[in-house]
């Protein structure tokens, strides 16, 4: 019998949303696993921090300033990857959020704001699935992990707007992975739960934050770095049977 094989030392990972929260979890993560990692994020000095914490382990890191949702930028992105890699073996799309004001009822919500949540949530993650994949399809191998969120699947009030990129998302990682399946590309995504980063602490009035917190099974919220092993799972060829799944990773059912 052949035990799978969770080692990604070998391979060059892309993970945009690097900078913070899951992304830089994530990176330090890779990084320390062995990958060669490639971090994109739009905050400059938060991303040299992260890259000098990967090398400071031992890490081969490399910092490419992205705002993913400007095509340009995301196809420069792929240029200096390549470049210094070579080839791309894992494309991480963790760049997401809903703002500074996360729940806005809809008939209050401005054109703009509907505008920046879904370009960075989904608009995003099509220009580095599309630009990525193009490479990873000539390559004919390849593993696309997307970032999701149960408000894709359940009705949270107040954020129609991230829930509506994040259903998206869902359903990109579905067609995405009959589309690339016969290049050998597998195209999965994680519904992180209550998570306690940064993000999540500034934005939840700490009563809702603990309400919810309740509610989980396993009696706690999240860490980035409980997200971890989803990823390295999915990235690994252990996975190489697994594609076009939505992976909750939220400590028990809701």
Same mark, same amino acid.
């Given at each position: 019998?052949?035990?799978?094989?969770?080692?990604?030392?070998?391979?060059?990972?892309?993970?945009?949303?690097?900078?913070?929260?899951?992304?830089?979890?994530? /990176?330090? #993560?890779? @990084?320390? $696993?062995?990958?060669?990692?490639?971090?994109? %994020?739009?905050? =400059?000095?938060? &991303?040299?921090?992260?890259?000098?914490?990967?090398?400071? /382990?031992? #890490?081969? @890191?490399? $910092?490419?300033?992205?705002?993913?949702?400007? %095509?340009?930028? =995301?196809?420069? &992105?792929?240029?200096?990857?390549?470049?210094?890699?070579?080839?791309?073996?894992?494309?991480?799309?963790?760049?997401?959020?809903?703002?500074?004001?996360?729940?806005?009822?809809? &008939?209050?919500?401005?054109?703009?704001?509907?505008?920046?949540?879904?370009?960075?949530?989904?608009?995003?993650?099509?220009?580095?699935?599309?630009?990525?994949?193009?490479?990873?399809?000539?390559?004919?191998?390849?593993?696309?992990?997307?970032?999701?969120?149960?408000?894709?699947?359940?009705?949270?009030?107040?954020?129609?707007?991230?829930?509506?990129?994040?259903?998206?998302?869902?359903?990109?990682?579905?067609?995405?992975?009959?589309?690339?399946?016969?290049?050998?590309?597998?195209?999965?995504?994680?519904?992180?739960?209550?998570?306690?980063?940064?993000?999540?602490?500034?934005?939840?009035?700490?009563?809702?934050?603990?309400?919810?917190?309740?509610?989980?099974?396993?009696?706690?919220?999240?860490?980035?770095?409980?997200?971890?092993?989803?990823?390295?799972?999915?990235?690994?060829?252990?996975?190489?049977?697994?594609?076009?799944?939505?992976?909750?990773?939220?400590?028990?059912?809701?």
């Amino acid at each position: 019998m052949v035990v799978p094989d969770l080692n990604v030392s070998e391979k060059v990972v892309i993970i945009t949303g690097a900078s913070r929260g899951i992304g830089r979890a994530l /990176s330090l #993560g890779f @990084a320390e $696993a062995g990958a060669s990692v490639a971090l994109a %994020a739009r905050d =400059v000095s938060r &991303l040299d921090l992260v890259i000098e914490q990967a090398r400071a /382990s031992g #890490g081969k @890191a490399i $910092a490419v300033p992205t705002d993913v949702t400007i %095509a340009s930028e =995301v196809k420069k &992105l792929a240029r200096t990857v390549v470049g210094e890699y070579g080839r791309v073996d894992v494309l991480i799309n963790c760049a997401g959020g809903a703002g500074s004001r996360p729940f806005i009822p809809l &008939l209050e919500m401005e054109e703009s704001r509907w505008d920046s949540v879904l370009a960075l949530n989904l608009k995003g993650v099509y220009l580095c699935c599309r630009e990525i994949g193009t490479i990873m399809a000539k390559q004919r191998y390849g593993s696309i992990i997307n970032f999701s969120s149960g408000a894709g699947t359940r009705p949270v009030q107040g954020q129609t707007h991230y829930g509506a990129a994040k259903a998206g998302v869902n359903q990109l990682t579905r067609v995405l992975a009959v589309e690339l399946g016969s290049s050998n590309i597998r195209v999965n995504a994680i519904s992180p739960g209550l998570i306690a980063t940064q993000a999540s602490r500034d934005f939840l009035d700490p009563k809702l934050f603990a309400k919810f917190e309740k509610a989980i099974p396993l009696g706690r919220a999240g860490v980035p770095e409980d997200i971890l092993g989803t990823a390295l799972f999915l990235a690994s060829d252990a996975s190489s049977y697994v594609t076009g799944t939505i992976i909750p990773v939220g400590g028990g059912p809701e």
